[in-house]
Nanobody, 120 residues
Framework: QVQVVESGGGLVQPGGSLRLSCAAS????????MGWYRQAPGKQRELVAV???????NYADSVKGRFTISKDNAKNTVYLQMNSLKPEDTAVYYC??????????????WGQGTQVTVSS
């Protein structure tokens, strides 16, 4: 079994900051990229940021300069530091982890999502 669990969402005022965490656990043999996606009401899920096992990062244009993705390899954990938040950042944020289970093949696992609401 593999679990991917997000935490850190909440309500914040415009211009504020939040830090999301995502931890992968279980029978993990190897872990490649981990990333954050978001889905606002009535919209498709979109990529926010991704980080590879080598530390390369990629961001959506809408969050460049405001969000920072980082990881702790020892803890199989990825973080998303979100600064200068805007109302349009309001969405459910999902973590995705590309994991190879012990004795298995590569598979993309999703967390349950955490709500981020930016409002005054």
């Amino acid at each position: 079994q593999v679990q991917v669990v997000e935490s850190g969402g909440g309500l914040v005022q415009p211009g504020g900051s939040l830090r999301l965490s995502c931890a992968a656990s279980g029978s993990i043999f190897s872990l490649r990229a981990m990333g954050w996606y978001r889905q606002a009401p009535g919209k498709q899920r979109e990529l926010v940021a991704v980080i590879t096992s080598g530390g390369s990062t990629n961001y959506a244009d809408s969050v460049k300069g405001r969000f920072t993705i980082s990881k702790d390899n020892a803890k199989n954990t990825v973080y998303l530091q979100m600064n200068s938040l805007k109302p349009e950042d309001t969405a459910v944020y999902y973590c995705n982890a590309d994991i190879r289970r012990v004795g298995g093949s590569w598979f993309k696992y999703w967390g349950q999502g955490t709500q981020v609401t930016v409002s005054s």
